[in-house]
């Protein structure tokens, strides 16, 4: 007699966790439901149903990767993010809830009736860009990263979420050839230590491109690159902003303030770590608001 859906579930949770994983059950919910091609919360109501035996070979080829510690997010290839679905590719960093912290601070800068031109620099999925231009309707962006199929992961997010014609994807190396000005510059840079990197989980380490996460020594290079260079795209009153690791937000502001923007606004996670630091390009009489 094959064994329930119900069964099949609590048999792979169990393995998960023999394996250490974080989230045993929830991840084998969502295995199982990617192989019966129907949603996770529908295995509640037909856990009792048999599970066919004809998709037993797939589930275990999915399930060895996740006991190999491959993001559950990497083995179905997509990842939500601000309410949208994302492909993910090889050479893109996996989009963290965090992140939308970036998004959602930069939201409060404009308005969705604004004509406004967007910066996103080191832009991987296109997935901070995107989710600014689907809630700013008049908006136009650019998103520029140094690999080229992130590029195209990013233009094929853009197609199918109907925003191809808002949104253009180059290569190139930060701000090298770029021409202002943008209103609003956005990057989640690399920011890892090297010594942090050495203590990554394997789900990170193993599977996100280490060039989208060394950030050096300190794991500010990318920041004093950056800084300096964005100021000459932005207008006066114009804003960078910035994702930052959970104890850099100081020495990044300091980085902008050593290059004369005005004095940096911090933005929390929902965590209450400091995620993202934003400063504008000083003006006579005004700077960017708390």
């Not at 589930?59 to 993010?81: C, M």
């Amino acid at each position: 007699m094959s064994p329930s859906i119900g069964d099949v579930v609590n048999t792979l949770a169990a393995r998960f966790a023999d394996t250490g994983l974080d989230t045993p059950r929830l991840d084998a919910r969502i295995l199982v439901a990617h192989v019966l091609e129907t949603e996770p919360t529908k295995l509640f109501v037909n856990g009792g149903d048999a599970f066919p035996e004809a998709k037993a070979a797939a589930l275990e080829k999915i399930a060895a990767r996740r006991v190999a510690h491959e993001p559950v997010s990497r083995i179905l290839g997509t990842r939500e993010f601000w309410g949208l679905d994302f492909d993910l590719g090889p050479a893109t960093l996996d989009p963290r809830p965090d992140t939308e912290t970036l998004v959602e601070a930069a939201l409060r800068l404009g308005h969705p009736d604004k004509p406004t031109r967007v910066l996103d620099l080191g832009t991987g999925t296109g997935c901070i860009l995107l989710a600014i231009l689907s809630e700013w309707p008049k908006a136009q962006g650019i998103g520029v990263d140094f690999a080229e199929h992130a590029l195209g992961v990013a233009r094929r997010n853009a197609q199918r979420l109907g925003l191809q014609e808002r949104a253009v994807f180059q290569r190139g190396d930060w701000c090298e050839g770029l021409t202002g000005p943008f209103d609003v510059i956005v990057s989640n840079p690399p920011y890892i230590t090297d010594a942090e990197m050495q203590g990554l989980a394997p789900e990170v380490a193993e599977h996100d491109p280490t060039l989208a996460l060394r950030g050096g020594p300190d794991g500010l290079d990318a920041y004093r690159v950056i800084v300096p260079a964005a100021k000459r795209l932005l207008p006066p009153g114009g804003t960078v902003l910035f994702e930052v690791g959970h104890t850099q937000a100081e020495a990044v502001a300091g980085i902008l303030s050593a290059h004369q923007y005005a004095p940096a606004t911090f933005y929390r996670d929902l965590g209450g770590v400091v995620r993202v630091v934003a400063a504008t390009v000083s003006t006579p009489d005004k700077a960017l608001g708390a």
